[in-house]
Structure formats: structure tokens, C-alpha cells
């Protein structure tokens, strides 16, 4: 190779560094506080949902009412995450490509009151920033999403995503040591989000929030649903309980039982 050619090619490099470090400026106004963020677009967090937001936990499992606000608040904080940091890639993950949109658009319409800072490209599912930081949203199909990996996962609705799909997401942070921030009302005594509130393993940090503790549903709705739906379904969708199959013979408590008493006569 000729001198020429070799320092032609080391200039091109040192260019590719400094474009690189060019397209990747400081998010303009953004408070770090995310908090402080979603004030200054407008948006007023109740108590749980500022606990959210200036959650610093590795693992974060929210359990919340229908309607509580779970959805608008994980994604403002995934938003937020990528407008301060550079180069963080960001993944929501749901049981349905539809559910995974109705995540976006709440992102995207965050990002719109925010004046769209930092933007470099958009499609239907994903947003690019120029700082480098991307957030996808996936569809619902462990055949089609493998290979990515990311910093953040979203697990929206994680009670009715199948647990082979969520774990098939587990090595999305395998190498980044990425955080995964899992939401969803209960649905049933069942699953890997069940698995999570019931277990004790001390690196989820667990956040609970009725309806009865959300100011915009109202005593008489509540009321109302209890009447129209019955205690089964009114507990699991505003109560946040965890219930055994409504139509199932026996509950997992009575089956445990049985078994316990097995084991005492040593069979």
C-alpha cells in the first residue's frame, strides 16, 4: 500500500470520528430531573408515578389498576432516558404489535409536547435521535425478536405476554447489564409477572397502585364496575389481585396443601 493511500485512509477515519462525535450533541433544555421533565411539557405526576420516574432500580415491576397511568408514565421516563443519554438503545416489548404501538404513540406524543428535540428519523415503530439513542417498539412474536439488544426493555401488559417471549427478551440486556422496567394488571395466579410480585428476589423493586389511589377514577365508577362485573374480575383488573382461575376445580393454594400433606406422611 502506498503512503498516500495509507494516510488518505487515517484521515478518513479521524473524519468518521469527528462526524460521529458532530451528530451527537447535548439534548437542548432537557432537565435531567424526569420529574422535572415531565412538568415542563406539561404533564403532572401523581405520588406513585414521580416514585417511577426517579426509580435509579436495575428491575422495576409496576402493578397497577386499569387506566392508573402506567403506560404514559414508563414511557415519558424511556423518552426521557434517551434524550439525556447518548446512544442508549430502548425496547418495548407487549403481547401484541398493536399493544406495542398504543406504548409508542403514548412516547411519541410525549416527544411532540417536548418540540421533538434532537430528532434524526422516525417510522410507525421507532424513533432515532441524533445523540444516537433509538427506542423500537416489537412486535409480539419470539420468532422475530431475536438479535436485538438494548439498555432499557419495556415490558407492557407483561401478565398476558407468554413467558416463552419474555424470556426469549431476558438476553436483550445480557451484555449491556440493561434495565428492565416490566407493568401490568394481574391476570391470575400465573406467569413470570406473577412469579415477581410473588417471589422476594431483592433486585425488583415492586410498586402497587389501585384504583381507589388513582384521582381520576372516581368512587362511583368503581362502585358501578364492582356491580356490573362481579369481585372476580373487579379485584384482578382495579384491585391488583393476584386470583387463582375463576372456573378452575381446585385453587394453587388447595393443591399446595395437598401436597404438603403428602410430604408430612413421607409417601
Known amino acids: 500500500m502506498s503512503k498516500s493511500k495509507s494516510k488518505l485512509r487515517t484521515h478518513d477515519a479521524r ?14 433544555d432537557i432537565p435531567t430531573d424526569a420529574v422535572a421533565f415531565a412538568r415542563s411539557i406539561g404533564f403532572i405526576c401523581d405520588p406513585w408515578q414521580e416514585t417511577v420516574l426517579h426509580s435509579t432500580s436495575n428491575r422495576l415491576a409496576i402493578c397497577a389498576s386499569r387506566q392508573s397511568g402506567k403506560t ?3 414511557s415519558l421516563k424511556a423518552l426521557h432516558s434517551a434524550l439525556i443519554n447518548a446512544d442508549k ?12 404501538k398504543i406504548m409508542f404513540v403514548a ?9 421533538r428535540p434532537l430528532f434524526k428519523a422516525e417510522t410507525t415503530l421507532s424513533l432515532d435521535l441524533t445523540n444516537g439513542s433509538s427506542i423500537i417498539a416489537l412486535p409480539a412474536s419470539e420468532n422475530t425478536i431475536r438479535g436485538h439488544h438494548c439498555d432499557l426493555l419495556l415490558v ?4 398476558r405476554v407468554p413467558d416463552e417471549l419474555y424470556y426469549s427478551a431476558m438476553p436483550f440486556v445480557a451484555v449491556t447489564h440493561g434495565a428492565i422496567i416490566a407493568m401490568s394488571t394481574p391476570f ?4 413470570a409477572f406473577h412469579a415477581i410480585f410473588a417471589g422476594s428476589a431483592p433486585e425488583w423493586e415492586r410498586i402497587k397502585i389501585t384504583a381507589d389511589a388513582c384521582p381520576r377514577i372516581s368512587s362511583a365508577f368503581l362502585a358501578e364496575q364492582r356491580e356490573a362485573m362481579g369481585d372476580y374480575w373487579y379485584l384482578s383488573e382495579y384491585m391488583c389481585e393476584f386470583l387463582a382461575p ?6 394453587p393454594d388447595s393443591i399446595r396443601a395437598i401436597f404438603c400433606d403428602i410430604e408430612e406422611y413421607d409417601i
Do not use: W
Open 15 to 28: 473524519l468518521a470520528i469527528i462526524e460521529d462525535t458532530v451528530i451527537k450533541p447535548p439534548a437542548p
Open 72 to 74: 404514559v408514565c414508563t
Open 89 to 100: 438503545s430502548i425496547i418495548i416489548l407487549s403481547p401484541s404489535e398493536r399493544q406495542s
Open 107 to 115: 412516547l411519541m406524543k410525549h416527544y411532540e409536547q417536548a418540540n
Open 156 to 159: 407492557d401488559e407483561m401478565a
Open 188 to 191: 391470575g395466579e400465573r406467569g
Open 246 to 251: 375463576e372456573t378452575g376445580l381446585f385453587s
